[in-house]
Antibody, heavy 114, light 107 residues
Framework: EVQLVQSGGGLVQPGGSLRLSCVAS????????MHWVRQAPGEGLVWVSR????????DYADFVKGRFTISRDNGKNTLYLQMNSLRAEDTAVYYC???????WGQGTTVIVSS | DIQMTQSPSSLSASVGDRVTIACQAS??????LNWYQQKPGKAPKLLIH???NLETGVPSRFSGSGSGTDFTFTISSLQPEDIATYFC?????????FGPGTKMDIK
């Protein structure tokens, strides 16, 4: 079965850090660009970041540049999102998805609050 | 950045009705447009890619059309299980951008 399984969310104080993980199975992870997309409570979908298959080329939304880092380990079929200097407005459900956007993780909730 | 707009923002229709959602891009995106269905507490589900290509397993009552800046999503005969929020999304360039969504319910 083609799937993405996420982990790593939780409650963190403003200024804190979290690392999200997304483990792929059922397809050749290493050839796919991967994305992170988030959705704040009651809001729409917002693209966060993208990483190309080689793990070298990355892109970020302006609102996370310098704070978030996307990375991947093709040997472990795993995508990561390191989130630093978290703000209240980063509170959202975070989804990973592959390049064709036909397979999504189940989502992981990040709450930034004191 | 490419801005995506959608209309209407909400839609109430009867079972069996034909419903249509419009999506407009702020610049030419050719046919690099996806349509998603999202139910509460669930990840988005890709229904249509490339503006008009139905994903495998998606019922044929769903369809999409358009190119350039103007796109349309249609449900030919609304079913109770279609109650959800629908989003368009362009993938012509990063940042990928989504429409604000159309919340659909049954009258």
């Amino acid at each position: 079965e083609v799937q993405l399984v996420q982990s790593g969310g939780g409650l963190v104080q403003p200024g804190g850090s979290l690392r999200l993980s997304c483990v792929a199975s059922g397809f050749t992870f290493s050839i796919h660009r991967m994305h992170w997309v988030r959705q704040a409570p009651g809001e729409g979908l917002v693209w966060v970041s993208r990483i190309k298959s080689d793990g070298i080329s990355t892109d970020y939304a302006d609102f996370v540049k310098g704070r978030f880092t996307i990375s991947r380990d093709n040997g472990k079929n795993t995508l990561y999102l390191q989130m630093n200097s978290l703000r209240a407005e980063d509170t959202a459900v975070y989804y990973c998805t592959r390049s064709s956007m036909d397979v999504w993780g189940q989502g992981t909730t990040v709450i930034v609050s004191s | 950045d490419i801005q995506m707009t959608q209309s209407p923002s909400s839609l109430s229709a009867s079972v069996g009705d034909r419903v249509t959602i419009a999506c407009q891009a702020s610049q030419d995106i050719s046919k690099y447009l996806n349509w998603y269905q999202q139910k509460p507490g669930k990840a988005p589900k890709l229904l249509i890619h490339g503006a008009s290509n139905l994903e495998t397993g998606v019922p044929s009552r769903f369809s999409g059309s358009g190119s350039g800046t103007d796109f349309t999503f249609t449900i030919s005969s609304l079913q109770p299980e279609d109650i959800a929020t629908y989003f368009c999304q362009q993938y012509d360039d990063v940042p990928l951008t989504f429409g604000p969504g159309t919340k659909m319910d049954i009258k």
